[in-house]
């Protein structure tokens, strides 16, 4: 199985910075796309970010320029690194990843629990 675990959250006024990362463990012979979504409430789930195993990268209209993801694929981490956080970027933002848990076998997705993101006004 694998596992993913986010940390970074927290509060923090607008105009201020945080960054998240998302831990992936266990079964893992190789990760392809790595992702950051979020959902605030009452709203779908949406893609904020996406890096490739190849380290292109992604963005939403809404954090393009204010939000950078990036990942070390020796540690199997990938982080958010979010500035200029707006009011409206209040959400529970969860990571997923595309995983092979061993060679030859197919590649699945996995979700992290989430960490919620709070921006004052």
């Known amino acids: 199985q694998v596992q993913l675990v986010e940390s970074g959250g927290g509060v923090v006024q607008a105009g201020g910075s945080l960054r998240l990362s998302c831990a992936a463990s266990g079964r893992i012979f190789s990760i392809n796309a790595m992702d950051w979504y979020r959902q605030a409430p009452g709203q779908q789930r949406e893609l904020v970010a996406t890096?490739?195993?190849?380290?292109?990268?992604n963005y939403a209209d809404s954090v393009e320029g204010r939000f950078t993801i990036s990942r070390d694929n020796g540690k199997n981490m990938v982080y958010l690194q979010m500035n200029r956080l707006k009011p409206e970027d209040t959400a529970v933002y969860y990571c997923?990843?595309?995983?092979?848990?061993?060679?030859?076998?197919?590649?699945?997705?996995?979700w992290g629990q989430g960490t919620q993101v709070t921006v004052s006004s």
């Open positions: 890096v490739t195993s190849g380290g292109i990268t």
């Open positions: 997923r990843c595309r995983v092979q848990p061993r060679a030859g076998t197919v590649v699945s997705r996995y």
